[in-house]
């Protein structure tokens, strides 16, 4: 027995150097128990249990792994609720800058600064040449002729006449007037404004004084065709039933007060009117301005 047992231990030995000392443990039980078997029985055979325990222990023992593996357990930590992002990381957005403060550098006295159109003077009158009309309908020309003389614009009566298309019964009406001094004049700036009805409204009136104010100050005079009558400020009385043109070359007070230039009377050339007198003069006709 004794060499059979030296006989594994050297197989083990060559074989599977890790289990000498499994085996080495077996052959301590085995000689143990054979001794102690022996020495209380004599040569009586060693219980069957105590041989059976040993034989297996010299079977294939159990492989004990190599200290140096180290085996982690898994977790058993419960998993993390928080599900893992799948988004790009937060762009940062920079501040914005803060708006510069207005600066308090005096401006450029080279920058060019729009002016507010001066206001108009008080009162102003145009130098004009005055003529008298050369027959009884040409009023409507020697009107015309009059308001250009004031632009330093000169044109002969008759020649006036043919562009307005005067006849024996006179110029039409102001639309006339107003499309021949657009065409003597650049720029076209005259309009035609008409007054309905027998008598001005107090609109119409403050009309007829912006624009007389307006053309006056740009050096332009004004032609009016009247009907009926009406009285100067020195109260001498003027009336034309079948209608008349007359030339307005200044004003006063702001355009209260304008000057007329009549060609009717040589001997009594130019006069005065109130605004209000000069637009109910004027209604049911019109001027050009």
């Not at 004794?2 to 085995?30: D, F, M, N």
């Not at 055979?45 to 180290?70: H, N």
């Not at 003027?238 to 040589?266: C, E, L, T």
């Not at 009117?273 to 049911?284: G, M, P, Q, V, Y």
Request: with cysteine; aromatic share 6%; glycine share 8%.
């Amino acid at each position: 027995m004794k060499h059979t047992l030296s006989r594994r231990l050297r197989r083990l030995t060559t074989e599977r150097p890790y289990q000498i000392v499994a085996g080495s443990a077996a052959a301590l039980v085995l000689a143990t128990g054979t001794g102690v078997a022996l020495a209380g029985t004599g040569n009586t055979p060693a219980p069957t249990q105590t041989t059976t325990a040993a034989v297996e222990l010299l079977g294939e023992p159990t492989v004990t792994p190599s200290q140096d593996r180290i085996e982690v357990a898994p977790s058993t930590a419960a998993p993390s609720s928080a599900a893992p992002s799948s988004a790009a990381p937060a762009r940062t957005t920079p501040s914005p800058s803060p708006s510069p403060k207005p600066s308090s550098a005096a401006p450029d006295p080279d920058q060019t600064v729009k002016k507010a159109a001066p206001k108009p003077p008080a009162s102003k009158i145009l130098a004009y040449d005055h003529q008298a009309q050369i027959n009884g309908y040409y009023c409507g020309p020697a009107a015309v002729r009059n308001a250009l003389s004031a632009a330093g614009l000169a044109r002969s009566q008759d020649a006036l006449a043919s562009q307005l298309g005067t006849t024996f019964a006179g110029t039409n009406s102001a639309e006339d007037t107003t499309r021949v001094l657009n065409a003597v004049v650049k720029g076209d700036p005259y309009e035609t404004t008409m007054i309905r009805g027998g008598a001005a409204t107090p609109a119409q009136m403050d009309q007829l004084q912006a624009d007389v104010v307006t053309a006056v100050s740009d050096g332009r005079g004004v032609v009016v065709n009247v009907a009926g009558s009406a009285t100067d400020t020195n109260g001498r009385w003027h009336s034309f039933p079948g209608g008349h043109y007359v030339a307005v070359v200044g004003y006063k007070d702001s355009g209260r007060m304008v000057k007329i230039a009549d060609s009717a009377d040589a001997s009594y050339p130019s006069y005065w009117l109130s605004t209000i007198d000069l637009a109910n003069w004027a209604a049911t006709r019109g001027y050009s301005a």
